[in-house]
């Protein structure tokens, strides 16, 4: 079982930057793949990024490609998301997962594990 924690959120401005961060505990070695996803209040939890543990291959959602980079560090066992040019469309409590090698990376039922989110605000 991995432990997620996420951190970093807070209320900013449109166009502003925010560096999200996930850290694991437990059995890391069990990781395929991190995932961020996002849920803003009524809306169903949104597929954001993903990155593999080994090899740090990265996909991200259309609507954050080029805006957001998700990156991790294997020695510290965490995961990142760097999220420049926010919008408000970006207001969400977002969720760092651990995939354990279900293909199904940008989806949430890929994930097993999830953190406990960190808000994210953005103000126009």
């Known amino acids: 079982q991995v432990r997620l924690v996420e951190s970093g959120g807070g209320l900013v401005q449109a166009g502003d930057s925010l560096r999200l961060s996930c850290t694991a505990s437990?059995?890391?070695?069990?990781?395929?793949?991190m995932g961020w996803f996002r849920q803003a209040p009524g809306k169903e939890r949104e597929f954001v990024a993903t990155?593999?543990?080994?090899?740090?291959?990265?996909y991200y959602a259309e609507s954050v490609k080029d805006r957001f980079t998700i990156s991790r560090d294997n020695a510290k066992n965490m995961a990142y998301l760097q999220m420049n040019s926010l919008k408000p469309d970006d207001t969400a409590v977002y969720y760092c997962?651990?995939?354990?090698?279900?293909?199904?990376?940008?989806?949430?039922?890929?994930?097993?594990?999830w953190g406990q989110g960190t808000q994210v605000t953005v103000s126009s």
């Open positions: 997962g651990a995939n354990y090698g279900n293909p199904s990376t940008a989806r949430a039922s890929g994930y097993s594990n």
């Open positions: 437990g059995r890391t070695s069990a990781i395929y793949a």
């Open positions: 990155i593999t543990w080994s090899i740090g291959r990265t």
